[in-house]
């Protein structure tokens, strides 16, 4: 029964590249919808679907905007998977300006100021915070101040203990990459500690999934049937042979040919190696999978965090229709275990 089981969905960061999975979950939304329609019922909005969210970076922002409540109705999200396709869409070359010499601008300090993307946080997410998010939500950081990683949850389920956040400030938090934007001070509403100092989540849980299970387990939800549906950001294909590395010094691996490599072989290991725990996890009886990861090589897309021109944007749609393409039966089977809950 979809009654019995505790549905999760985490998201990963990767920059712009976030407009992938929000097409996906646009084109998962729009199933529910339609298996609902054929019984007679009403759409059911994302946050009803699942127990529990997880993101970290990009995926974090996502989250955020599907579990928080809306200002204008705290009954309803304050986005929908199509809003934060605009975003992405709309707004990505607000977040990412075109620049000259980036590589020359990114040795003397972040990339790009985080003043827009404060405001465009600001005006989707408002005031609310993480407590009252209308599912279980969990966003990764890491704490510079502190050395650790940090865990922003909110929802029913955890308790009034929980240090509380402003979404926005957590949202930022957990996608102040390292380079491309500055940290971010963020403080407990509820707890009288200095603000954390926040970078990039993606640092240490691009892919949100181990992170959010745990979460899950924290919430009392050992002894229940846990389906978990992980969406990725694209894992980049750009080779470093040993004869191209062998005389590297920090520089290079820092940047090179617009590439961060040391950055982007730390996020894609690390997503990986979650990617395979998991699988191990939930899909130990291959005959009753609990996890599903939609993810892929990025082909004929940019694999730069940042890359908002419009060309990139028309084929990150491309991607992931190709994606929701070959996930059909999953997402299919996804949509109708989602509609049939009460």
Same mark, same amino acid.
């Given at each position: 029964?979809?009654?019995?089981?505790?549905?999760?969905?985490? /998201?990963?960061?990767?920059?712009i590249r976030g407009l992938v999975p929000a097409?996906?979950?646009?084109?998962?939304?729009?199933?529910?919808?339609?298996?609902?329609?054929?019984?007679? $019922?009403? +759409?059911? #909005?994302?946050? @009803?679907?699942?127990?529990?969210?997880?993101?970290?970076?990009?995926?974090?922002?996502?989250?955020?905007?599907?579990?928080?409540?809306?200002?204008?109705? +705290?009954?309803r999200a304050a986005c929908t998977p199509a809003?934060?396709?605009?975003?992405?869409?709309?707004?990505?070359? !607000?977040?990412? +300006?075109? $620049?000259?010499?980036? !590589?020359?601008?990114?040795?003397?300090?972040?990339?790009?100021?985080?003043? +827009?993307?404060?405001?465009?946080?600001?005006?989707?997410?408002?005031?609310?915070?993480?407590?009252?998010?209308?599912?279980? /939500?969990?966003?990764?950081?890491?704490?510079?101040?502190?050395?650790?990683?940090?865990?922003?949850?909110?929802?029913?389920?955890?308790?009034?203990?929980? #240090?509380?956040?402003?979404?926005?400030?957590?949202?930022?938090?957990?996608?102040?990459?390292? !380079?491309?934007?500055?940290?971010?001070?963020?403080?407990?509403?509820?707890?009288? !500690?200095? #603000?954390?100092?926040?970078?990039?989540?993606?640092?240490?849980?691009?892919?949100?999934?181990?992170?959010?299970?745990?979460?899950?387990?924290?919430?009392?939800?050992?002894?229940?049937?846990?389906?978990?549906?992980?969406?990725?950001?694209?894992? @980049?294909?750009?080779?470093?042979?040993?004869?191209?590395?062998?005389?590297?010094?920090?520089?290079?691996?820092?940047?090179?040919?617009?590439?961060? #490599?040391?950055?982007?072989?730390?996020?894609?290991?690390?997503?990986?190696?979650?990617?395979?725990?998991?699988?191990?996890?939930?899909?130990?009886?291959? &005959?009753?999978?609990?996890?599903?990861?939609?993810?892929?090589?990025?082909?004929?897309?940019?694999?730069?965090?940042? &890359?908002?021109?419009?060309?990139?944007?028309?084929?990150?749609?491309?991607?992931?229709?190709?994606?929701?393409?070959?996930?059909?039966?999953?997402?299919?089977?996804?949509?109708?275990?989602?509609a049939a809950r009460p």
């Amino acid at each position: 029964m979809a009654a019995d089981i505790k549905f999760i969905l985490t /998201v990963d960061g990767g920059g712009i590249r976030g407009l992938v999975p929000a097409l996906v979950l646009h084109d998962l939304e729009a199933r529910i919808a339609a298996e609902r329609q054929a019984r007679n $019922l009403p +759409p059911k #909005p994302l946050h @009803q679907c699942f127990d529990l969210m997880g993101g970290t970076s990009t995926g974090g922002i996502i989250v955020a905007g599907l579990a928080a409540p809306s200002a204008a109705d +705290p009954r309803r999200a304050a986005c929908t998977p199509a809003d934060l396709v605009d975003l992405y869409a709309d707004h990505g070359r !607000t977040i990412f +300006p075109e $620049l000259w010499l980036k !590589t020359l601008r990114s040795l003397w300090g972040p990339l790009y100021s985080a003043q +827009p993307l404060d405001r465009l946080l600001e005006e989707r997410l408002g005031e609310a915070r993480l407590s009252a998010a209308l599912t279980n /939500v969990v966003l990764c950081a890491y704490d510079t101040k502190e050395r650790r990683a940090l865990f922003m949850a909110g929802g029913q389920g955890f308790g009034a203990n929980e #240090p509380d956040y402003l979404a926005r400030e957590a949202a930022r938090g957990s996608s102040a990459a390292p !380079t491309f934007f500055p940290p971010a001070k963020v403080a407990a509403l509820n707890a009288p !500690t200095a #603000p954390h100092t926040l970078i990039d989540g993606g640092v240490f849980a691009n892919d949100p999934s181990m992170a959010t299970y745990v979460e899950a387990l924290k919430l009392g939800w050992s002894n229940q049937r846990i389906e978990m549906l992980s969406l990725g950001t694209g894992s @980049q294909n750009r080779p470093y042979p040993y004869h191209q590395i062998a005389d590297w010094g920090i520089l290079r691996w820092l940047i090179y040919r617009g590439d961060h #490599p040391l950055i982007s072989i730390l996020m894609q290991g690390v997503s990986s190696t979650t990617a395979y725990q998991m699988n191990q996890l939930l899909n130990r009886d291959q &005959d009753d999978r609990c996890y599903t990861r939609i993810d892929g090589a990025l082909h004929g897309v940019s694999d730069e965090l940042d &890359d908002a021109s419009p060309a990139n944007i028309a084929a990150l749609r491309g991607l992931a229709a190709r994606w929701i393409e070959q996930h059909d039966d999953d997402l299919n089977g996804w949509a109708k275990r989602l509609a049939a809950r009460p």
